[in-house]
């Protein structure tokens, strides 16, 4: 099969995964330092833009998969050993030679590699590290690299992908263990587990070695972290679910991001799976409730109070419905309020809030000063108190308020009932 045609199966292949963006990692270029020659290749540049990373830089990766054939049966997987699909399979070495040539060509910043299971879980990671270890050693290739780990490879695998990539992920495919069971019987949830909790132990490690200027203690492993993957829809579990497994997943293993990839109907599936794909809309509030459980201090059971029968309330964002169920919180004085309160300010974000009340200290806020920030006053004036302003009596104690606060545009617009049986 010609290289071109493999490139269209595989990299069409990986559009599955959603957890390929590059941030985090250490800063490298192709530059000569410290004695040691020059590389190819950055973690800062900026090619044809593709995706955006969590940080806000725009990115691009050569997205493949190593093969789209598996010896594994996933029913929920295009890719399952026994779909009908074309199959297709790169050597290492053409791999190699395409991240090298499209960056080359200012086409990506680095490689992000994933495969199907191909004789063995053990055979099919040697394959997978010994891409990123070409690259690095033998090309001095300094991109961004993740890759795709097998949680049946052998620890000593995984522990050579570490020194390679920049990130390593595991996906847990599914948010509980006996839809795993179900759908996938072939895999193994505690054996997923059991290699992000040795994924973390060395993560730990390198780093507690470089802050303790020990480097040759513990050798360079995956400087950015771990992420994993969840289908979602696939199986009966609601938000609470899918949450739930979320907040254990960061708490036990540290994970940088757990990314979210709604379930997409594919051809002869399984009867145990649903016949249609989730909304749109259910990924994306599931994404602004991870972003509330990392970075603003919302508990679980504070976030799922704005919905209802365990899911998030699908018109409006979750923090907003949060809000909207804590009428008496509000509204909240710009110029007094702690930290805490101001990030559970519909429109309000983690950066704003720090720089308001940086901005604070020297002088009252003012609303012509949110406005100079860009932010959404029709979203923010309902919720704030400000030196000049102030929301009319009664707006909280009004039947309509959702209304008032919440119009449907956007994705809240996705969530009318007529919309979500065009999807």
Request: hydrophobic letters at 40%; charged letters at 25%.
């Amino acid at each position: 099969m010609e290289l071109r045609r493999k490139l269209e199966i595989l990299a069409d292949a990986a559009k599955y995964d959603a957890s390929c963006a590059s941030s985090g990692t250490e800063k490298r270029d192709s530059r000569p330092k410290d004695g040691k020659p020059g590389g190819i290749g950055s973690t800062e540049g900026m090619g044809i833009c593709h995706a955006y990373a969590p940080d806000g830089r725009c990115i691009s990766l050569l997205k493949v998969l190593l093969t789209n054939a598996c010896v594994f049966d996933c029913a929920y997987c295009i890719n399952r050993a026994s779909s009908n699909v074309p199959r297709a399979r790169f050597t290492v070495q053409e791999l190699v030679d395409l991240t090298l040539h499209f960056y080359r060509r200012n086409y990506i910043e680095g490689l992000f590699l994933s495969s199907g299971i191909i004789r063995s879980p053990d055979y099919t990671m040697e394959q997978i590290v010994e891409v990123a270890r070409q690259l690095r050693e033998e090309h001095g290739f300094q991109g961004y690299i993740h890759l795709k780990t097998i949680p049946d490879a052998a620890p000593e695998l995984l522990a050579a992908a570490g020194r390679y990539a920049d990130r390593l992920s595991i996906n847990v495919e599914l948010p509980q263990e006996q839809s795993l069971k179900a759908l996938a019987p072939e895999k193994d949830a505690p054996g997923i587990r059991r290699a992000m909790a040795r994924m973390r132990e060395r993560i730990d490690a390198a780093k507690e070695a470089k802050r303790e200027e020990r480097r040759a203690a513990a050798p360079r492993f995956a400087p950015a972290g771990q992420s994993t993957q969840m289908i979602i829809g696939a199986d009966g579990a609601d938000d609470r679910a899918v949450l739930g497994t979320t907040a254990n997943l960061y708490a036990s293993y540290g994970l940088r991001r757990v990314y979210y990839s709604a379930y997409s109907p594919i051809p002869d599936a399984s009867s145990l799976l649903p016949p249609q794909a989730p909304p749109l809309v259910r990924e994306h509030r599931l994404y602004q409730a991870d972003w509330l459980l990392r970075f603003y201090g919302f508990e679980l059971d504070e976030i799922l109070a704005g919905g209802e029968g365990g899911m998030l309330d699908p018109g409006i964002d979750p923090k907003l419905a949060w809000a909207l169920k804590h009428r008496e919180r509000f509204p909240v004085d710009v110029n007094r309020a702690p930290r805490e309160m101001l990030l559970r300010v519909p429109g309000l974000g983690a950066k704003t809030v720090d720089r308001l009340l940086s901005a604070r200290r020297h002088r009252s806020i003012r609303s012509e000063d949110l406005a100079r920030l860009r932010l959404p006053l029709a979203k923010l004036l309902p919720f704030l108190v400000t030196a000049d302003h102030r929301p009319r009596g009664g707006l909280f104690d009004r039947a309509d308020v959702r209304r008032i606060v919440a119009p449907q545009t956007g994705f809240a617009a996705l969530a009318k009932p007529q919309q979500l049986a065009l999807l």
